[in-house]
């Protein structure tokens, strides 16, 4: 038999739920301006989602964008008038250094202390990654 009839059968008597992809999808901010702020409500959810410190994430985004902010009520304030799709594109930046396993692609990852060194360490496939520093 062919390579390609072999892995056609094998696939169609593995149980369904092999065949399943899950799929992680990082919520998209929502917001609105206040004069020359931009205010993300749903920044504490994105923040649970994937799983790591308001703090952490707030420290990274308001350096990547460049603009001063904090966090009030579990909203995102950013000092300037920033596009959703800026801000999106930086959080999903985020999660590929601070939250994706790079081996596995997997969002099951935690943040570690080494030493010196932070570690990405995957709790699915175990690899562990030095990332950035914590920020």
């Known amino acids: 038999m062919e390579y390609k009839e072999l892995?056609?059968?094998?696939?169609?008597?593995?149980?369904?739920?092999?065949?399943?992809?899950?799929?992680?999808?990082?919520?998209k901010v929502l917001g609105h301006l206040e004069g020359n702020k931009t205010i993300i409500t749903n920044f504490q959810n994105i923040s649970s989602t994937l799983r790591r410190e308001?703090?952490?994430?707030?420290?990274?985004?308001?350096?990547?964008?460049?603009?001063?902010?904090?966090?009030?009520?579990?909203?995102?304030?950013?000092?300037t008038k920033t596009i959703a799709s800026k801000i999106n594109q930086k959080i999903k930046e985020y999660a590929d250094?601070?939250?994706?396993?790079?081996?596995?692609?997997k969002p099951d990852t935690d943040?570690?202390?080494?030493?010196?060194?932070?570690?990405?360490v995957c709790s699915a496939c175990g690899t562990r990654r030095i990332v950035k520093s914590k920020i």
């Open 7 to 27: 892995l056609h059968r094998a696939k169609e008597k593995a149980p369904a739920g092999l065949q399943e992809k899950e799929r992680f999808e990082i919520p």
């Open 54 to 79: 308001q703090e952490h994430m707030l420290k990274y985004l308001l350096r990547e964008l460049a603009t001063p902010g904090d966090i009030r009520n579990g909203r995102l304030v950013l000092g």
């Open 97 to 105: 250094e601070f939250v994706f396993c790079h081996e596995c692609g």
């Open 111 to 120: 943040i570690k202390k080494d030493g010196q060194q932070h570690t990405l």
